[in-house]
């Protein structure tokens, strides 16, 4: 399997970068130009609040990928995913508590505890911040065994986030389903690989008692 090196993986990290950049370059155009709509703010919300989603789908497609096709470099690009999935994050937050409530904490207060999608959307990004917060390669060091378990609350974070959209929309789930489905399939794949190690895991103790 071609393997990226030096020069190559770095065009195509900057490539990734650029790429994950487009949404957000998009919005400003949008806000520049004065080209989002009739509700501005709306659309940001919502921009945010997909690119969110599906970048939080794409950090957790990377390990099945990279198994399916044994391209273990896929690995160095899930760091940038899942920053990006925090960077639209907080500007999804950051519009919702700007320019949706200007900065009204009891209002907001109030959205968290009274409106479910909002509960759990809200707890999605609390629970980010320590994943982008331990990203580095200095604390995946110094975290040693936890740093893992930390970063398994991306499986969390993601239930959450297609949760959050379900709730929210008022007619037509399609959307919000086909994420669902692809999360499922996401989180199905690893329940499959952790029962196989699991049996194999039994089938050598029972083989090492009966020996
Ligand atoms: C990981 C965290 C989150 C994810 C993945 C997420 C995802 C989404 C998605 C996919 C949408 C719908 C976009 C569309 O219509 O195309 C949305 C809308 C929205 N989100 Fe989030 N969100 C998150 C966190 C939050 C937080 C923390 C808040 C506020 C506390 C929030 C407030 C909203 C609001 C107000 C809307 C628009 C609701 C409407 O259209 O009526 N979200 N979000």
Known sequence: MWQPRGRELGAIKSALFALCLVP??????????????????????????????F?????????????????????KL??????????YAALHFLTYIWLDQWF????IAADVLKRPYITVGFTAFLLLIPLAATS???????????????????YLIAVF???HFWWLVKRDVTEPALFALVLAGLLGARLYWLLRRLARVTRAAVATSSG
């Open 24 to 53: 957000f370059a998009h919005l400003v155009w949008g806000v520049a130009y004065d080209a989002l709509g009739a509700n501005p703010v709306e659309a940001v919300t919502h921009s945010t609040g997909w690119w969110t989603l």
């Open 78 to 87: 899930r760091r940038m995913l899942g920053l990006y999935a925090f960077f």
């Open 55 to 75: 970048l939080l789908c794409a950090t957790l497609g990377v390990t099945p990928l990279r198994r399916a096709t044994g391209a273990n470099w896929l690995l």
């Open 136 to 154: 580095t390669d200095a604390m995946q060091r110094r975290l040693g065994r936890s740093w893992q378990r930390v970063h398994r609350f991306i």
């Open 104 to 107: 009204d904490l009891a209002a």
């Open 161 to 163: 986030g297609v949760l």
